[in-house]
């Protein structure tokens, strides 16, 4: 059977050693980190995020400022609070939860905050500075899955790693750091080729597409380690519904170790949100944070992490997730392969 990765117990770690860290800073006479949460409308789902995000702070000692605004409220007037936040002493961290009302521009609010506060590692110099490997703030989820890893492998020196999903909130920012690492690393998306094939090489397979059920285990070497980054709420039998990963988790207890969904990757988000409250906080202290490349990214094309090009774009129906299924199937290996699995738990 796979070792199962259990993402509450390494996220209650993680939240232990930022506690620690919060009570050495302010033992040491340096302020309480503070983080400002932004709620912009009545989404549900984000306030279930928010609501858990300042609970979690006051657990580890960091003071939450909450910050909720209509729905109606203008990008303008949303601009203006995040400047005041931005010069706010008392405040390290910015967090604007996401998806906002549909006349604002994500990418633009996103882009007001101040690097050395975006605690979300979404701002272009944080990303540029996660590229070209010269630190910031790492975005958390990413960050969450290296924790992870870093329970179950010791080295990824070139490791073969394939990552499924290329967004630049999650996909991206997990290859740049398993880059670091040295591992070899395959970018992949709705639009790859033998996505089966891939995976199949793979020492390390972190999903991260939003599409339930896609890993499938003959996808997945005996032996390899699995981290499922993908959270879809599916209908059940009885109508009631519950979380799911991209993984379909029995068929794969021949991996190494996989982490579940939910309890694996979701707890991290939070936990590495407030380690990033508490270094942002620290390297504000300590004058060691950096808030420009002195570039007007405003002017530059909007590519942005927020437009969602490939769920505007038309799927080619070729690389539909049913055919992606298809195909591999329609393979003689994977037909054989497919009905295999239980083999490799014996091996
Ligand atoms: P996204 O929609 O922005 O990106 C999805 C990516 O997956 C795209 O690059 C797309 O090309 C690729 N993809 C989609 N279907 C595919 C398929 N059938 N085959 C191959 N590639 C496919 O999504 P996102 O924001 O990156 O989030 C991805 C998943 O991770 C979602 O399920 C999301 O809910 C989850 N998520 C979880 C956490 C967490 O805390 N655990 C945090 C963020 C996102």
């Known amino acids: 059977m796979a070792e199962i990765i259990d993402g509450r117990a390494v996220a209650k770690q993680v939240e232990a050693e930022t506690k620690a860290q919060v009570d050495a800073m302010v033992a040491a006479g340096k302020p309480r980190p503070g983080l400002a949460v ?31 605004m209509p729905a109606d409220t203008s990008e303008p007037e949303l601009l203006a609070l995040i400047a005041t936040l931005n010069e706010d002493p008392e405040i390290h961290g910015i967090l604007c939860q996401v998806p906002l009302p549909k006349h604002i521009d994500t990418g633009k609010v996103l882009r007001a905050i101040a690097p050395s506060k975006d605690v979300d590692g979404f701002h272009p110099v944080n990303v540029g500075r996660l590229s070209t490997g010269t630190g910031g703030i790492i975005p958390c989820t990413p960050l969450g899955v290296m924790k992870l890893l870093d329970t179950v492998i010791d080295d990824l020196t070139g490791l073969d790693v394939v990552v499924i999903g290329k967004s630049n909130i999650v996909g991206k920012p997990i290859a740049m750091l398993m880059l670091e690492r040295e591992a070899t690393v395959t970018v992949t998306h709705i639009y790859t080729e033998n996505l089966a094939d891939l995976c199949r090489q793979a020492d390390v397979i972190v999903a991260a597409a939003g599409a339930p059920g896609l890993v499938r285990g003959y996808w997945v070497k005996p032996g390899a380690v699995i981290i499922d980054v993908g959270i879809t709420r599916v209908k059940g039998e009885h109508g009631k519904t519950h979380l799911v ?9 021949h991996a190494k170790a996989v982490t579940p969904v939910p309890g694996g990757v979701g707890p991290m988000t939070i936990a590495c949100l407030l380690a990033n409250t508490v270094q942002a906080a620290r390297e504000q202290v300590d004058g060691t944070s950096r808030d420009s490349f002195d570039i007007d990214w405003d002017d530059l094309p909007d590519r942005s992490m927020f437009s969602k090009q490939d769920a505007e774009r038309p799927q080619a129906a070729s690389h539909t997730f049913e055919e992606n299924r298809k195909a591999s199937y329609d393979a003689d290996w994977y037909a054989e392969a497919s009905v295999d699995t239980d083999f490799y738990l014996h091996i």
């Open 245 to 253: 990963g991209d993984v379909v988790f029995d068929e794969v207890q």
């Open 38 to 68: 932004i709620l912009v409308g009545e989404d549900p789902a984000s306030e279930v995020y928010v609501g858990r995000k300042i609970k979690n702070c006051a657990e580890v000692g960091i003071r939450s400022f909450e910050h909720r």
